[in-house]
């Protein structure tokens, strides 16, 4: 089949990177590929989620180089990813990509992905701190909150790096090969400490607190072009025009809706109910109103819970398995878990699958109700997480 013009959409999550090529004419994806990042790293707190940049880079390059030949039809590339998180970087950094450098001197000139996850900003150390001029709250593992922990904990990270983004900022930069960054509202308001209305960040209250305000990049609306492809790469010519990085959750939104009155829910990593409205209105604890498109805003009742509880179970059931001196694939193991038959109790195992906590409410942890000595078996706890997944975001 004969295309002639196709646009790449990239999605840097937090435990896989995503291609799409979508038939401009049709708008239709024909062609798709995820690969699972296995970024995860050590961090230097108890409460970190640290993510390492160099296998989220190879895991985007893994999913560029499959399509083949059929990416020179490529004239445009959009790209999303984890919004909140923050990674520092040195202009030369961007250099590395195109040089194909990823050596240990290269790995010096970018930081780790602090991400979304990172709980180093506990409620003791976020009531420290000024309280941003925003409808928005600014919580632990947003940007603006991890570079106050940073400049009191480890300042050298700050004075070490010129540049700062989320993880798909630093995306864009280095495809436009500039190593200044420049964010959409939809990355800086996931930050903290941006006023949305005016589209600037709170560089008077920010400057008061002694941050370095210096770090905090450009902001712009969403659909702006950012800049060009530098390089043909993996057969994406020259040129290909890019777009500021968007934030996924809006992305997610948009690609779904068929009508501006209808909810969408997204479960992913964390899991989401949102719809879109022109006006803010009274918000209560669980739902926030993030930046949408065409000044529209994002009415979001948002959960830490989604796939990630999942797979920490899975990841329990395993290191269970593994003490049993027996072994099991991850994959089988899913295999299985999906394919268990259903049970009916007469008590069912009712399963709160809160082990993240939630942004407001971070004292509040999972708990299993209703234990029986016949309901307490592997298909009711994995069934009565999935039920709890979805309970949980009715309560939102």
Partial sequence: MDFDKLILGIDIGTS?????????????SIYAKSVPTKAKTSSSHQKGDEQDVFNILKAMQECLKSPGKIMEKVKAIGICGQMHGIVFWDEQFVQTFWD?????????LVSNLYTWQ???????FLTKLPKPRSHLKAYSGYGCNTIFWLKENQPEILSNFKHCGTIQDLIVSILCNQGKPVMSTHNA??????????C?????ILIQANFPVHLLPLVVQPGKIFGTLYETIYHIPKGAVVGVALGDLQCSVIATLTSMTDAVINISTSAQVAFVTKIIEK???GVEYFPYYDNHFLAVAASLNGGNVLDCFVRSVLSWVSALGLTITEDELWNRLLHLPDEEHSTPLIVNPLIFGERHDPTTFGSLINVTNNNFTLSELFSGFCKGLINNLLKI
């Fill in 16 to 28: 896989s990177v995503k291609i799409s090529l979508l038939d401009s004419s049709t708008s239709k």
């Fill in 100 to 108: 194909n450098e990823f050596t240990n001197e290269t790995k010096k």
């Fill in 118 to 124: 990172d709980a180093r900003t506990d409620l003791k």
């Fill in 189 to 198: 308001a996931s930050w903290g400490y941006f006023d949305v209305i005016e």
């Fill in 200 to 204: 600037s960040w709170n560089t008077d």
């Fill in 283 to 285: 918000q209560c604890d």
